[in-house]
């Protein structure tokens, strides 16, 4: 390249940029100071209660989490430069992998680096061009990138509309796919909505297509004893593939995982591309996981805690006069619509103390700006209502209550 063209490449990001900025889209970094918890600090030395975590449970900042990370630390070691087949892989991943196919009723387990490999690494070794995908409109990223690795035709459904997945079964079928699969988040993340499995297992069988869900915002804490959406929906033991991560409810460092049949499990291993060309997880993760799966398999202490405080919330910030997508998960959208609004309300919130997301176009449709509460394990009844009160007075300053 001569100096003239890389210049003009040098210039092209900084004015893509700039156009960023203007629009309001540039994500900026919080810097915490502090562990991850309930209450965080960040680097100018201010106090503020974390409503934006995916720690459901908790666990992130948790000591006794720590402790068990720090014992396979010792046991272990650091690290295995290498991936799983060739000498990455110690008892602790094979621990880990059997305790996660036991937690959510499945026969194996495959562990990957991230959620985001798992769903990449999933369907181009199961399926090719004799076959259909048929995935949900807002299925994440990962799944989305997933599917573009694999030759399947792509059949894509309107959100948790069944009449359209049915359409899109039919479609497939009448273009003479071999197998099909429907694909879903489990739980949907701007939203809080819990995909319908029931009805979705229903068509499956009835269109003799496999099932596969993301569990990234369920596992650990959705369902009676925390399966995940699949225990939630009472369907455990339909669902043939399970994704997830544990990067969120179970434990938040990083790791991801993908779980159902032995055919299925032994054939990424043989062949899914971030299993076989990207190094182990490491295995402090992989002991703290496990001390996590025992925790929360003993009780479901922390899972209760975190659904009570999830009902407190949404019944206590509609009372206020605000609007919130119904529902029963930690993820709460209060709708503020305007994206200006959503954007200043955000930032005042952060004044009084409250640490928390906006969301606006294009990452939710036009005029659906919110900002998107995620409740925990860890907080307290006393910062809920600091939390709450804050919601008031931004909502008063900014003249979006309902009942005022
Ligand atoms: C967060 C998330 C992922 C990615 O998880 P990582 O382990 O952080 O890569 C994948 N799918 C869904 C639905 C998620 O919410």
Redesign the pocket.
């Known amino acids: 390249m001569s100096d003239g063209a890389k210049n003009a490449f040098y210039s092209g990001l900084q004015q893509n940029l700039s156009t960023l900025r203007e629009q309001g889209l540039f994500k900026p970094e919080r810097v915490l100071a502090s562990r991850q918890g309930a209450v965080v600090e960040s680097e100018d030395g201010r106090t503020l209660i974390n409503m934006c975590a ?1 720690n459901y449970l908790g666990l992130s900042g948790d000591l006794e989490t720590q402790k068990a990370a720090e014992a396979a630390l010792q046991k272990y070691g650091y690290g295995l430069s290498s991936v799983r087949f060739i000498c990455g892989t110690q008892t602790v991943h094979k621990e880990l992998e059997r305790k996660l196919s036991e937690f959510l009723g499945t026969e194996d387990t495959i562990l990957y680096a ?6 990449g690494g999933v369907f181009e070794p199961l399926f090719d061009e004799n076959d259909a995908i048929i995935s949900d409109a807002l ?5 989305i990138d997933g599917i573009r690795l694999c030759k399947a035709a792509r059949y894509r459904y309107a959100n948790n509309d069944m009449a359209d997945l049915e359409a899109q079964l039919q479609a497939a079928t009448a273009a003479g796919k071999r197998h099909k699969v429907i694909v879903t ?1 489990g739980a949907f ?1 701007m939203d809080g909505t819990i995909a319908q499995l029931d009805k979705i297992c229903d068509l499956a069988d009835k269109y003799g297509a496999l099932t596969l869900i ?4 369920a596992s650990g804490f959705m369902g009676a004893t925390g399966r995940g959406t699949h225990e939630h929906c009472g369907v455990m033991g339909r669902i043939d593939i399970i ?6 409810a179970l434990g938040g460092a ?3 995982f993908t779980s159902g049949r032995k055919e299925v499990i032994e054939t990424l291993r043989q062949k899914s591309r971030p299993y076989l060309f990207s190094n182990t997880l490491a295995p402090m993760i992989a002991g703290a996981s496990l001390s996590v799966l025992d925790r929360i398999s003993k009780s479901t202490e922390l899972r209760d805690r975190l659904h009570e405080n999830t009902a407190y919330f949404r019944k206590e910030i509609e009372r206020i006069g605000f609007t919130i997508k119904p529902g029963t998960h930690p993820v709460v959208p209060v709708m503020l619509f305007d994206a200006p609004v959503a954007q200043k309300f955000a930032a005042r919130m952060f004044e009084l103390g409250v640490l928390l997301s906006g969301f606006f176009y294009p990452v939710v449709p036009m005029g659906q700006a919110r900002v998107r509460v995620q409740l925990s394990a860890a907080h307290t009844r006393e910062q809920l209502d600091t939390v709450l009160k804050a919601f008031e007075q931004a909502g008063r300053e900014l003249g979006i209550l309902k009942n005022n």
């Open positions: 995916n991230a959620a985001f490999d798992a769903n299925n994440h990223a990962s799944i988040d993340s993301d569990e990234s915002h994704t997830g991560t544990l990067g969120k990083m790791g991801g």
